[in-house]
């Protein structure tokens, strides 16, 4: 059994996925700044994490371990943020990880984030990445893979990295499965008749706007100019029966017979970010929201509506770490 430590360990979506694989391995250490992640953490696994701070991680103070673990953090790499990259305090972390790699050198190395990773500042930030593990002694592999043919009815691409230690492994190739299922659509994954979440008057409003059951002018309030109309309309799309979800740029419908677009919302109590299901006239419940990210159904969230939102969308997607490691697990048993 192999021993792995996670960093930036959120809400132990590694954790699941790992859990869910063939691959044989116990966790002995994690690391995570969130305290309402812990929360959410403890309840699921019965216990907290090892560490707060990565920056104030004592390289020599951690344990020995095979594999380490990281989805690190993305806003800095992501196109959707403001691509600030190692200018962006949260951008630093991937250099603590190197540090801590470079000191523990595990004999694995998986690591997780946006695809604008490998494009960001013209492709130079993810060459100083795989250059650094290189120069460590490690061989790199890496794809983008889609959650959606995962069994995850979202399509949320992201960048694998899977480094071997070159002297343990020596020249031995490794291989993404990059897909286990068809596309995945979201409608069969809806837990109907959950009004947990409802909407607002507002959002009834809105509703009868895209649906032509109420005029611009018939509106009991201005309307944002992003707001007059629907800002995109997904193929086949059943305005009757869909998902809109406001954007910066407007609101867009989504056809609940495709993959869900990359799950993310916004920290705001309001819910204003949530996914809206015009049939039940409803937000998107957290059911739901665990289906989509591909968590168990069990999963407990101890915290508030507004956290275990955020706490999802920010989390990886167990069923595609299972079947990475599934992959790790074969090159594993071919040594």
């Known amino acids: 059994m192999i021993k792995y430590a996670e960093f930036c360990t959120g809400i132990g979506g590694f954790r699941i996925g790992i859990e869910q694989s063939a691959l044989e391995a116990e966790l002995i250490y994690s690391n995570e700044l969130d305290e309402s992640c812990e929360k959410t953490y403890e309840a699921n696994f019965g216990k907290g994490f090892n560490s707060k701070d990565i920056f104030d991680i004592d390289v020599n103070n951690l344990p020995d371990f095979d594999m380490l673990c990281s989805g690190f953090p993305c806003q800095p790499f992501s196109q959707a943020g403001k691509n600030l990259g190692f200018n962006d305090h949260r951008g630093t972390i991937i250099i603590k990880l190197l540090e801590i790699i470079k000191e523990k050198m595990p004999s694995i190395v998986f690591l997780e984030n946006v695809p604008n990773l490998a494009r960001h500042e013209k492709g130079k930030t993810f ?31 992201r960048i694998y ?99 869900f677009p990359t799950f993310a919302v916004s920290n705001s109590g309001g819910g204003a970010m949530i996914p809206v299901l015009s049939k039940e006239r409803r ?29 999802l969308a920010n989390a990886v997607c167990p069923p595609v770490i299972a079947s990475i490691c599934d992959d790790i697990n074969k090159v594993i048993m071919g040594i």
């Open 283 to 311: 937000h998107l419940n957290l059911t739901e929201m665990k289906r989509i990210m591909g968590f168990p159904e069990e999963f407990q969230f101890p915290v508030s509506r507004t956290d275990s939102i955020k706490q």
């Open 127 to 157: 060459k100083f990445i795989v250059n650094k593990l290189k120069e460590c002694g490690y061989n790199l592999f890496y794809e983008i893979l889609d959650s959606t043919y995962f069994g995850v009815p979202q399509s949320r691409p």
């Open 161 to 259: 990295i899977i480094g071997l230690k070159a002297s343990i492994f020596k020249d031995r190739e490794f291989l993404f499965t990059t897909q286990r299922t068809s596309k995945t659509a979201l409608r069969e994954f809806l837990n109907l008749g959950d009004y947990s979440i409802p909407i607002s008057d507002r959002w009834q409003e809105y509703i009868d706007l895209y649906t032509n059951q109420k005029t611009a002018e018939e509106m009991s309030f201005s309307l944002p100019k992003t707001r007059v109309r629907l800002e995109r309309i997904s193929t086949n799309c059943d305005l009757d029966d869909c998902i809109f979800q406001i954007r910066s740029s407007g609101i867009r419908a989504y056809s609940l017979d495709e993959p």
